[in-house]
């Protein structure tokens, strides 16, 4: 026969292990779900070399920005003056008619006719009232040319402070993608400061070897092997030796020297050194010369990086450029290779 006794409840004390033992197993398994994973150094790099990508585009666009909005203000300036000297001689001719009309009034109550026999010498009479109809003939010539002119160039004022004002919107949104990539660097340098002072060390190092790869020297060294490549102009060799007077200093978003660069803020410094006015921008000076393939290249030409053309620096010579790299980084050499080339341009 079965037995049919009940089995022996667990004892008070094996309950309570159980129980705290369950409750510390999902405590553990929540938090683990909760915690974020610890990013690796590769992880870090991309995340902060993708950021500084972003930052680089962003600042080349506020630069351009900038640099039409400073040309289109003085083109407004210009024509402010312009408007302001025709409303000047508008009012100068407006006086004059005045007093014509002031001369003809006191006189408007005899008919010519009369006037004319009356004239002690008709020839005068005659020869001055022919010459009273040129000259207002003349006037409401010049008034009506110089309102014409003033509704111009109202017109051109008013188009010219609306494109000023399309440009400053431009610019503070630009300057608000700035921002906002700029907070995305700090989030990036948390993690970098999550890392140990080994692994930041580590990076820093890779970071100098990739650049100075195939240079023969640091990448900031004067030994770098630029080889025996000719200038392409003795402008262009005198933009580049300013160029590299510079290396060594530091990275800064929409700088333009001396103290400090980004990548065009160098090339249109080291070119105005030399006397030679380019555009601000890796974008416009992209077309600011001849296009040339890598094999043309000679040191002093411009060379344009990324296929939305937002990084330029000097090419060097023995495959190395000349550039301002990145925030964290200086002007240095850098292999080529290291960026997707697009095209030379050799400025004339």
Not at 176 to 200: C, M, P, Y
Request: proline share 4%.
């Amino acid at each position: 026969m079965a037995s049919h006794r009940r089995p022996k409840p667990p004892s008070r004390t094996r309950v309570t292990v159980l129980t705290a033992t369950a409750a510390a197993a999902v405590a553990l398994s929540s938090q683990a779900a909760n915690a974020a994973p610890t990013p690796s150094k590769a992880d870090v790099k991309e995340k902060v070399d993708k950021l500084y990508e972003d930052a680089e585009k962003a600042t080349e666009k506020a630069n351009g920005a900038e640099e039409a909005q400073d040309k289109l203000e003085k083109q407004v300036g210009a024509l402010q003056d312009k408007v302001a000297r025709g409303q000047d001689e508008l009012n100068e001719m407006r006086d004059g008619l005045g007093l014509m009309a002031s001369s003809q009034y006191r006189t408007g109550g005899i008919d010519p006719a009369l006037q004319l026999f009356l004239s002690s010498d008709p020839d005068s009479y005659l020869e001055k009232a022919s010459t009273l109809d040129q000259v207002s003939g003349k006037q409401a010539e010049s008034l009506k040319r110089i309102q014409d002119k003033q509704r111009t160039l109202a017109q051109q004022r008013q188009e010219a402070q609306g494109k000023v004002k399309d440009l400053a919107d431009t610019r503070k949104v630009l300057t608000e993608k700035k921002k906002e990539v700029q907070g995305k660097l700090a989030s990036a340098q948390k993690l970098l400061n999550s890392l140990t002072e080994k692994e930041r060390a580590d990076l820093a190092k890779a970071e100098e070897e990739r650049a100075s790869r195939g240079s023969g020297g640091g990448s900031t060294s004067s030994r770098t092997d630029l080889g025996d490549t000719p200038a392409s102009s003795s402008r262009a060799a005198a933009a580049f030796a300013a160029a590299q007077g510079k290396i060594g200093t530091p990275y800064v978003y929409g700088a333009s020297g001396p103290s400090s660069f980004d990548c065009s803020g160098l090339t249109s410094w080291a070119y105005a050194q030399a006397g030679v006015s380019i555009p601000r921008t890796s974008e416009s000076q992209a077309n600011a010369g001849t296009r040339l393939s890598q094999s043309q290249l000679q040191k002093g030409d411009l060379v344009i990086f990324y296929g939305d053309l937002h990084h330029v620096g000097f090419y060097a010579g023995n495959g190395q450029v000349l550039h301002a790299p990145k925030p964290g980084a200086s002007v240095r050499y850098e292999a080529i290779g290291n960026m997707p080339f697009q095209f030379g341009v050799r400025i004339a």
